[in-house]
């Protein structure tokens, strides 16, 4: 553009020289030798316009050569500014692999700042950014964040992403996919998504169905499994094996053991059948003891209970040893009070 009007400015000019020359200074004709070779006669004028318009071409191609320069440095920036744009939509989307190789060094510092930086629009941005590609996942990411289900799959997102699992999330309590889809095909789905889902699964499935995916069972699952035995609503018959089996599946603690003790307590568990599940859990492991003595003080069975304390050790199960001496003074306490 600008060696166009340069050019049309430089003829003019030379145009102008020529004329001035020739109309003003002299209009006679002379011949020179260049380089020792004869030169054919020319109007003086003439002569003059010839070096100025080699100075012409001179320049232009100067000016040429530097814009195709400044032409492949321009295409670096805008490379590495399309680079950036992608990085920074990456790290919007929460993918961990951003390695992008910049070629420019600002946009070098810039792009490994970004690299190694986790970013989350806060607020309403959509309507703000005047780049195509950046609103569209900005909008994408408030619409999940509102519960809509939006199509990730031109973003190549893996299954743990955390946009990836509120999204089908929001599938899943819109209806979109089932609890049974979900648990039976659950290689392509998070893991934490499939014991949301599992937890929420239990509350009415029949036990053959929570037997089948027992393998994503958590405490909070296994609790609304137990508030069902032998509930009003949805209930479920299930026998001190199968319950046994159900809770090898997770890591218990004693406090989780007394926890499950009071939760069946709540419920309709049948007294006796409690009894000799807690029995049988504290044969197979001593962190269940607690509950079992929970469960026998509870149920107000208290010689067997006492016999246990009776055969421990001093230091051993000091809160219920001192709940039978305080009960024997003749005061009632509730024996949540010593859990």
Known sequence: ??????????????????????????????????????????????????????????????????????????????????????????????????????????????????????????????????????????????????????????????????????????????????AENILANCTKYDDRLCKEVYADYVKTAPLSSIEKYKTFLTKESLYSILSRINADENILKISNEELIELLKKINLTKEDYIEISSILSKGSMIPEQRIKLFERLSEENEEAMDAYLYTLYDLEMIAPANAILDNSQPNEYENFKAYRALKECGQNFSIEMFL
């Not at 109007?43 to 814009?67: D, E, G, K, N, R």
Request: proline share 3%; charged share 20%.
């Open 1 to 178: 553009m600008y060696i166009k009007r340069y050019t049309i400015a430089a003829l003019l000019w030379i145009g102008f020289v020529g004329w001035y020359v020739y109309a003003y200074v002299t209009q006679k004709s002379m011949s020179i030798d260049l380089f020792g070779i004869p030169m054919p006669s020319l109007s003086i004028a003439l002569w003059v316009i010839i070096p100025t318009f080699i100075l012409y071409l001179a320049s232009v191609a100067h000016m040429t050569i530097y814009s195709i320069i400044g032409s492949f440095r321009l295409r670096k920036y805008d490379k590495d500014y399309e680079k950036l744009i992608n990085a920074m939509i990456d790290a919007y989307l929460g993918k961990e692999n951003r390695n992008y190789t910049y070629k420019t060094q600002r946009y070098n510092l810039l792009g490994t700042l970004l690299q190694n930086s986790k970013i989350y629009p806060l607020g309403e941005l959509t309507g703000k950014i005047n780049n195509e590609k950046i609103e569209k996942v900005l909008q994408a990411i408030q619409d999940i964040k509102n519960g809509e289900v939006v199509d990730l799959k031109p973003y190549n997102l893996p299954s743990d992403n955390e946009l990836v699992i509120q999204n089908e999330r929001n599938r899943y309590k819109k209806g979109q996919i089932s």
